[in-house]
């Protein structure tokens, strides 16, 4: 514990960024013209399309587009999707007849000069059967009805491909005489057990974290009141918490930390970079050393053939007295973070992700603690206007979700950046990672911690404290972000947007209709629970 809180205060800037940096759940995200609305023969959902490309009768790879509104309903199945012969279009653009007999073929255009639909029924008129259209940037975007077009009754299927794909299936063409595709639309499960999984991973992750603050608040308790009963006053000072090597929030600190992810945030956003995401690594891979050691010296700590070690202390130089224990342990995560680190591309790589990333929230919360309800209102407040700001207003200033954009890692030829947890999604067809941010742990984790320690220092049941409606309300928003991921046609949500309303709002209402709302508010955790204690205050 020595060596986590010293670098803990060494690197104050990369806790803030732990602390405040939420990243979205990242589905499928694609652009949206939001402007034209719905109607008759252009009220198709958009659905991802599987476009998979065969050189001369052998199939070589498979770009992924996007369905337009209008046209047909797409296959599902691949074993009933035709292969059709691909050509390319004269005119490129396919705002006027193309020169080219077409007679069945899947034509590639693009975009650009006229609209999608115009697109759609030059190509359909030609003889074609199907229209691939070439984005501009290497984005999908979600192709649309004018609000003035009437001719909207496209009998074939239109796709949009990313600019890279279509670049590379264009180069195909040229070096092939034979090119054919596929279309089909595999469905996706409404729910995937990965979903599942990270749900249980993110409550799981709370409910230890919060045993071990609680538990480790009630040691420092029975401490304080031997001390008393021994007649050390003077040992019992306002700075007992950070002599235990805790860091306790106020109030001014926890904006602080929201106005530096936002300052970090901006900054990852301008320069997304290969080289940037792995500084951003080194950072997660010191972090997640400090996190995994401190758990597992406290794991092993409770087992008898381990006492005398975690008990025993050395001192290192620049580290000061560190314990035999900690020592030991230190090589194994050092080795483990560094193997994470060299083969993060593998498929099985986000498992060594997900171990150091929840050691490093427990260690967190385990170490970082806001003193009353005050404090966690001013939190979880800023990070809930924060995530809002950041993945759905930052668009009218940086022309894209900023948030977003940071959490994929647009630009780095990295998948994302590494302060997240994610699961591969086991039974979708499209594939991909179910994420979640420390952000969206660490924040409503430390309001939830704090209701346990609460709870077990003013000795209140389960029933009858604060802890079991807060853990309630924290999975409970959690699915709710999920649902709302389901349901928004595989837009990126804030998880804050639902967690925060859902624990801070459980937690003010129900202490208000208990009547101590005014001493969590304003006191927060007992410093003297103990019976004797509180006599000895009574008899003076």
């Given at each position: 514990m020595e060596l986590t809180t010293r670098l803990l205060y060494s690197h104050f800037p990369a806790l803030a960024l732990l602390l405040c940096t939420s990243v979205v759940f990242a589905g499928d995200i694609v652009h949206q013209d939001d402007i034209a609305p719905k109607k008759p023969g252009c009220d198709n959902n958009f659905v991802l399309v599987k476009v998979p490309i065969w050189l001369d009768g052998v199939e070589v790879s498979q770009f992924v587009g996007i369905g337009a509104r209008f046209g047909p309903t797409l296959e599902s199945k691949e074993k009933r999707a035709n292969q059709i012969i691909v050509t390319l279009?004269?005119?490129?653009?396919?705002?006027?007849?193309?020169?080219?007999?077409?007679?069945?073929?899947?034509?590639?255009?693009?975009?650009?000069?006229?609209?999608?639909?115009?697109?759609?029924?030059?190509?359909?008129?030609?003889?074609?059967?199907?229209?691939?259209?070439?984005?501009?940037?290497?984005?999908?975007?979600?192709?649309?009805?004018?609000?003035?077009?009437?001719?909207?009754?496209?009998?074939?299927?239109?796709?949009?491909?990313?600019?890279?794909?279509?670049?590379?299936?264009?180069?195909?063409?040229?070096?092939?005489?034979h090119v054919s595709i596929q279309i089909?639309?595999?469905?996706?499960?409404?729910?995937?057990?990965?979903?599942?999984?990270?749900w249980l991973m993110a409550v799981g992750t709370v409910l230890c974290s919060s045993y071990w603050s609680a538990w480790s608040a009630r040691e420092a308790a029975i401490e304080q009141d031997k001390l008393l009963k021994d007649g050390f006053?003077?040992?019992?000072?306002?700075?007992?918490?950070?002599?235990?090597?805790?860091?306790?929030?106020?109030?001014?600190?926890?904006?602080?930390?929201?106005?530096?992810?936002?300052?970090?945030?901006?900054?990852?956003?301008?320069?997304?970079?290969?080289?940037?995401?792995?500084?951003?690594?080194?950072?997660?891979?010191?972090g997640g050393v400090e996190g995994?050691?401190?758990?597992?010296?406290?794991?092993?700590?409770?087992?008898?053939?381990?006492?005398?070690?975690?008990?025993?202390?050395?001192?290192?130089?620049?580290?000061?007295?560190?314990?035999?224990?900690?020592?030991a342990v230190s090589p194994i995560c050092i080795a483990f973070s560094v193997l994470w680190a060299v083969y993060r591309s593998a498929s099985i790589a986000w498992i060594g992700q997900d171990i150091l990333g929840i050691a490093l929230i427990i260690t967190v919360l385990q170490i970082v603690r806001i003193p009353n309800l005050k404090v966690g209102t001013v939190l979880l407040s800023c990070s809930f206007l924060y995530d809002i700001f950041w993945v759905f207003l930052s668009k009218r200033w940086f022309h894209k979700s900023v948030m977003i954009v940071v959490a994929r890692g647009d630009g780095s030829g990295e998948d994302g950046i590494p302060m997240l947890l994610k699961i591969p999604r086991m039974f979708d067809p499209w594939g991909g990672?179910?994420?979640?941010?420390?952000?969206?742990?660490?924040?409503?984790?430390?309001?939830?911690?704090?209701?346990?320690?609460y709870?077990?220092?003013?000795?209140?049941?389960?029933?009858?404290?604060?802890?079991?409606?807060?853990?309630?309300?924290?999975?409970?928003g959690l699915l709710v972000t999920?649902?709302?991921?389901?349901?928004?046609?595989?837009?990126?949500?804030?998880?804050?947007?639902?967690?925060?309303?859902?624990?801070?709002?459980?937690?003010?209402?129900?202490?208000n209709k208990r009547g101590d709302l005014k001493h969590l508010w304003t006191v927060g955790e007992p410093y003297r629970p103990c019976p004797h204690v509180r006599l000895e205050r009574d008899e003076q």
């Open positions: 279009a004269d005119p490129p653009d396919c705002c006027s007849k193309p020169k080219n007999k077409l007679t069945g073929e899947a034509i590639l255009v693009h975009r650009g000069n006229c609209s999608f639909v115009t697109k759609a029924n030059v190509a359909e008129a030609a003889g074609a059967s199907a229209l691939l259209i070439i984005n501009n940037q290497t984005e999908l975007f979600k192709m649309v009805c004018e609000k003035n077009e009437t001719d909207v009754d496209v009998g074939i299927p239109v796709v949009m491909l990313p600019q890279d794909a279509g670049g590379s299936l264009k180069e195909s063409m040229r070096n092939s005489s089909y639309s595999p469905k996706r499960p409404l729910v995937d057990v990965a979903e599942v999984f990270l006053d003077e040992h019992l000072t306002s700075d007992t918490h950070h002599s235990n090597g805790l860091i306790e929030i106020n109030t001014a600190s926890a904006i602080f930390f929201v106005v530096f992810a936002s300052c970090f945030l901006v900054m990852l956003y301008k320069l997304m970079s290969y080289w940037f995401i792995e500084i951003l690594v080194v950072v997660f891979c010191i995994l050691q401190t758990c597992l010296v406290a794991i092993l700590a409770c087992f008898r053939w381990f006492e005398h070690a975690a008990e025993s202390f050395v001192k290192v130089p620049v580290l000061g007295s560190v314990s035999y224990l900690t020592l990672y179910s994420i979640i941010g420390f952000g969206d742990i660490i924040i409503p984790g430390l309001l939830v911690t704090f209701s346990l320690r709870d077990w220092l003013s000795k209140k049941s389960l029933k009858a404290g604060y802890f079991l409606w807060a853990m309630l309300a924290y999975g409970l999920y649902v709302a991921l389901n349901l928004m046609d595989g837009h990126g949500q804030p998880a804050l947007l639902y967690i925060v309303p859902s624990t801070l709002g459980t937690l003010i209402t129900l202490a």
